[in-house]
């Protein structure tokens, strides 16, 4: 939950180059935004690195988040790069702890806006359960950059009952798809192309750690992958299980959910939900024993009620994915080529 907090009167009101210095004025724009939001015991000591400790098998992922524009409906570039690493270790069946937050920040940034993503980032934590324990800042030249670009990286302790992994995948597994498809994708398109709609499209960037633990806790090594379809959409991520098990995956459109509003949008700019990227979506392939259960308790989530079994792995056509269309048809379904949405996360 996003709590409002007044920006601190401070002797600037935009980024400059004297901000990335290390000195003086870097010192005031740490302590009065990223100190003051988001301080802890491990933070607080402001070294370089972070000391902790952590139980067990260890999971680590990073990345970089260069979003245009940086807010839209449903979050900003901050929240989206908490959650989005979150997840990344969600998949790998983690539970994330620790973050690392680094800024790109271009001269002539807004403070007002800084802050705001700031205030969002502290949000998006606290509901995540992750400390931000170390980072970095960096200020660049104007028109070297685009106002802010954000690197995280996490780790995070393995659940003792995950068994992720593209060896685990067998013919007769069910593909499960935890929500619609494209929202964030359309959400951003729609900005850059001053789209409106009759009910506000919004992105589904949120933490998908709490829910994919349960379901782990519950099901253990029934669940054999999980994964987020962010980038390339949906039809990209079955695309690369399907050659990386050296299996054929198929799918059924009718089974496949999109709202009605993403789907017209969709329609209106020439895309294929397919492709389209997600940021609060997964896909999870587990045992056919346990895939109705699994999606039951899907659905208990306060996201799952559009959770569906949207296809099955089989070792025909191998490594390839087939869609079954409404009328009755099939048709491949290739990995996307080329980058149909740039600048997404």
């Known amino acids: 939950m996003l709590v409002s907090c007044p920006i601190p009167k401070l002797d600037f009101d935009t980024i400059n180059l004297g901000h990335g210095s290390g000195g003086v004025l870097t010192s005031q724009l740490l302590d009065a935004g990223v100190f003051r939001l988001l301080g802890n015991d491990l933070l607080d000591k402001k070294h370089d690195g972070a000391i902790f400790t952590l139980q067990g098998k260890v999971a680590m992922s990073t990345d970089t988040y260069v979003v245009s524009p940086l807010f839209f409906e449903g979050g900003n570039i901050g929240d989206l790069a908490i959650n989005g690493t979150v997840n990344d270790l969600a998949m790998c069946g983690a539970a994330a702890r620790y973050l690392s937050l680094a800024f790109v920040l271009e001269e002539g940034l807004k403070m007002e806006q800084f802050w705001e993503i700031l205030q969002h ?126 299996l054929g995956i198929t799918i059924s459109q009718r089974d496949i959910p999109v709202e009605e509003e993403v789907y017209g949008a969709c329609e209106m700019l020439g895309l294929d939900p397919l492709y389209v990227a997600n940021e609060g979506l997964f896909v ?17 989530w306060e996201h799952g009620a559009m959770a569906c079994i949207v296809g099955e792995v089989t070792n025909e056509h191998v490594r390839q994915v087939l869609m079954k269309s409404n009328i009755g048809g099939r048709r491949v379904v290739n990995m996307l080529a080329g980058e149909q949405l740039p600048r997404i996360c």
């Not at 999870?284 to 208990?300: G, H, P, W, Y």
């Open 121 to 246: 980032i502290k949000a998006a934590s606290e509901a995540a359960g992750v400390q931000i324990v170390t980072g970095d800042t960096k200020v660049v030249e104007r028109g070297k950059g685009d106002k802010i670009f954000i690197n995280t990286t996490g780790v995070g302790e393995v659940h003792q009952k995950a068994a992720i992994g593209m060896e685990n995948i067998k013919p007769g597994d069910k593909i499960v798809l935890s929500g619609p498809l494209a929202r964030h994708g359309i959400t951003i398109m729609s900005h850059r192309q001053g789209l409106q709609f009759e009910t506000t499209i919004s992105s589904d960037t949120r933490p998908l750690n709490k829910i994919v633990l349960t379901l782990i806790n519950e099901f253990g090594k029934d669940i054999h992958l999980l994964r987020d379809p962010t980038r390339g959409g949906l039809a990209t991520v079955l695309n690369e299980i399907a050659v990386g098990a050296g």
């Open 284 to 300: 999870a392939i587990v045992d056919a024993s346990v895939s109705d259960q699994f999606l039951f308790q899907l659905k208990q």
